[in-house]
Structures are given as structure tokens and as C-alpha cells.
Antibody, heavy 128, light 106 residues
Framework: QVQLQESGPGPVKPSETLSLTCTVS??????????WSWIRQPPGKGLEWIGY???????NYNPSLKSRVSISLDTSKNQFSLKVTSVTAADTAVYYC????????????????????WGHGTTVTVSS | AIQMTQYPSSLSASVGDRVSITCRAS??????LSWYQQKPGKAPKLLIY???TLQSGVPSRFSGSGSGTDFTLTISSLRPEDFATYYC?????????FGQGTKVEV
């Protein structure tokens, strides 16, 4: 059973950097077939996709955050991490790490299986 | 970015009702849509992917349909545990975008 667990320092001050880590169990961040993603949800609002990292190290970020976001892998610890720089109150949210599952068949056809595993979420509050 | 318009934003229903929620994409996305259920204080849960494929373990009263720009999530007979907020998500390209959510309440 695949499980994801977010961890982070808690409150962050405006203009500082938010850093979160997701620890993966039951799967390997070094294997193909999954994008390792971050998604957030401001209080009382909907979901926003932040970005993903693939086992190769390739990344894809939401343009709305692109200049401030980076996602990295630590294969030795089976973890991936999120950094958001220059945070403001608008970055206050529950942050979820998640797995997007997919595969390519022998013909190169792409199958996407949705965001099938989510962490429990961690609340990050940006406040002075 | 593709915009996902989800409606209604909320609906009132009773146990046993048939409920339908719609998502419309701002451009054609083939069958690149998934549906999620979220209960208060919990992470979303995948219900359906590829527009109509039921995720393993999800009850068969949930179904999805549609292709192109218009998609529907249907709950055939609402159960007490189905009162929650539902989101659609497109996976046609990046960035992924979610619908605004539909709260199903009593």
C-alpha cells in the first residue's frame, strides 16, 4: 500500500521560503510510471495544482507560481520536496503531496490513472 | 491554461436521490478528466479517471461520462457517506486545473 506523508516546519513569515518534504512508502520515487506532485488548498477554497517531478528529475510547474516554486527529489531517502520562495499570506494553505500514475504501452500510447494517492496534507500559515 | 467550469457549486439532496455534477472544459480534452471526493479535513479521494473508469474500491453507484468538453459525475442513489465536496481535474496538458468544486449537502 502506497503512503505519502508531508512534513514541514509549520508557520512561515512573509517574504521567507516555505519548505516541505514528502516521504513515500510502498513505492519508489526512482521508478517510472508516476509523477510526484504537490497540490494546495487555501482555507475554504478549492484545489490548485502546483507542479510535479519525475524520477528523471524533470519538472513541470504551474505558471501562476513558476518563478517561486521548485520541486526536488532525494532518492536516497525516497522523498521529494517543495520550496516556495517569497511567500505571502496568499500562500497560506493545506499542502498535499500526491502521486499521479500513468504508463506508456508498447505502442507509445499514454494512459493516465489520475491522482491516485494523496498525503494527509499539512497546513502552512504565512504570518508575521 | 484550460479552465474547468464546474456546476452547480452546491446542491441539496436526500439519501436515495440521483445526483449529477457537470464539468465543462474551455477546450476539448478528449477523455482526460478525473473526479475526486473530499470530506472536511481530509485529502481528496480519486473516484473516476479517464472520464468514466471507476477507481478500484469505489462503489458502483458512482459513474462518469463525457468526452471533449462536457463531463458528468453521477451518483445513482445517494448514501449518507456521499455528502461531501466533489472536484473534477483535467489531465489533457499542463498546468492541470481543477473545477471549483460542488458541495453536496442535505
Amino acid at each position: 500500500q502506497v503512503q505519502l506523508q508531508e512534513s514541514g516546519p509549520g508557520p512561515v513569515k512573509p517574504s521567507e521560503t516555505l519548505s516541505l518534504t514528502c516521504t513515500v512508502s510502498g513505492d519508489s520515487v526512482s521508478s517510472g510510471g508516476s509523477y510526484w506532485s504537490w497540490i494546495r488548498q487555501p482555507p475554504g477554497k478549492g484545489l490548485e495544482w502546483i507542479g510535479y517531478i519525475y524520477y528523471s528529475g524533470s519538472t513541470n510547474y504551474n505558471p501562476s507560481l513558476k518563478s517561486r516554486v521548485s520541486i526536488s527529489l532525494d532518492t536516497s531517502k525516497n522523498q521529494f520536496s517543495l520550496k516556495v520562495t517569497s511567500v505571502t499570506a496568499a500562500d497560506t494553505a493545506v499542502y498535499y503531496c500526491a502521486r499521479e500514475a500513468f504508463h506508456f504501452d508498447s505502442s507509445g500510447y499514454y494512459y493516465y490513472y489520475g491522482v491516485d494517492v494523496w498525503g494527509h496534507g499539512t497546513t502552512v500559515t504565512v504570518s508575521s | 491554461a484550460i479552465q474547468m467550469t464546474q456546476y452547480p457549486s452546491s446542491l441539496s439532496a436526500s439519501v436515495g436521490d440521483r445526483v449529477s455534477i457537470t464539468c465543462r472544459a474551455s477546450q476539448a480534452i478528449r477523455n482526460g478528466l478525473s473526479w475526486y471526493q473530499q470530506k472536511p479535513g481530509k485529502a481528496p479521494k480519486l473516484l473516476i479517471y479517464a472520464a468514466s473508469t471507476l477507481q478500484s474500491g469505489v462503489p458502483s453507484r458512482f459513474s462518469g461520462s463525457g468526452s471533449g468538453t462536457d463531463f458528468t459525475l453521477t451518483i445513482s442513489s445517494l448514501r449518507p457517506e456521499d455528502f461531501a465536496t466533489y472536484y473534477c481535474l483535467h489531465d489533457f496538458n499542463y498546468p492541470r486545473t481543477f473545477g471549483q468544486g460542488t458541495k453536496v449537502e442535505v
